[in-house]
T-cell receptor
Framework: GQNIDQPTEMTATEGAIVQINCTYQ??????LFWYQQHAGEAPTFLSY??LDGLEEKGRFSSFLSRSKGYSYLLLKELQMKDSASYLC??????????WGAGTKLIIKP | IAGITQAPTSQILAAGRRMTLRCTQD?????MYWYRQDLGLGLRLIHY???????GKGEVPDGYSVSRANTDDFPLTLASAVPSQTSVYFC?????????????FGEGSRLTVL
């Protein structure tokens, strides 16, 4: 089957680092997306990984291992505004996105 | 405006009624999509359009129809609403295909079917 798994909820402290994991099982994989979604708002694009390795964008980094079907989103120097859901999405054999249910990240002072 | 506009923002609808959710983008993107988002589930694709004049079915198309008469507009119609269609609906667009291009989302339409 085709599946995207990510933790339902995580809690972290302001100023700290958090890693949100995502595992995927899809036939026909092109790449993996991460989106951020604040409560009651639209998802917004964070990153897209096609090749293995780590891609850094400011405080946010995303990692992909195609052989392991695994990705993670790393958030550094956490700020209260980073409290949101983080959505992982990968492609299936029909080249359509399969979305995880999202990880709700709670930041505590 | 720049981006995607959805209307209405929120709607309560009686079961059996017809409803059209509107979506307009001004980015001249070729591809447009309709998703529904339900608690505890990932975004699920309802219908998509890779270019004006063409549409395709996504993962959960039953009970929904779309049209793409021009590049900018992509309305979603519920012919006869049922309570299971209570959800938050997001319209999105991209200048590539769904699996390679960044998706830009509208603010969502919250629909409640009673």
């Amino acid at each position: 089957g085709q599946n995207i798994d990510q933790p339902t909820e995580m809690t972290a402290t302001e100023g700290a680092i958090v890693q949100i994991n995502c595992t995927y099982q899809t036939s026909g994989f092109n790449g993996l997306f991460w989106y951020q979604q604040h409560a009651g708002e639209a998802p917004t694009f964070l990153s897209y990984n096609v090749l293995d390795g780590l891609e850094e964008k400011g405080r946010f980094s995303s990692f992909l291992s195609r052989s392991k079907g695994y990705s993670y989103l790393l958030l550094k120097e956490l700020q209260m505004k980073d409290s949101a859901s983080y959505l992982c999405a990968g492609t299936d054999s029909n080249y359509q996105l399969i979305w995880g249910a999202g990880t709700k990240l709670i930041i505590k002072p | 405006i720049a981006g995607i506009t959805q209307a209405p923002t929120s709607q309560i609808l009686a079961a059996g009624r017809r409803m059209t959710l509107r979506c307009t983008q001004d980015m001249r993107h070729n591809a447009m999509y309709w998703y529904r988002q339900d608690l505890g589930l990932g975004l699920r694709l309802i219908h998509y359009s890779n270019t004006a004049g063409t549409t395709g079915k996504g993962e959960v198309p039953d009970g929904y129809s779309v049209s793409r008469a021009n590049t900018d507009d992509f309305p979603l119609t519920l012919a006869s609403a049922v309570p299971s269609q209570t959800s938050v609906y997001f319209c999105a667009s991209s200048d590539g295909t769904e699996d390679t291009g960044e998706l830009f989302f509208g603010e969502g339409s919250r629909l409640t079917v009673l």
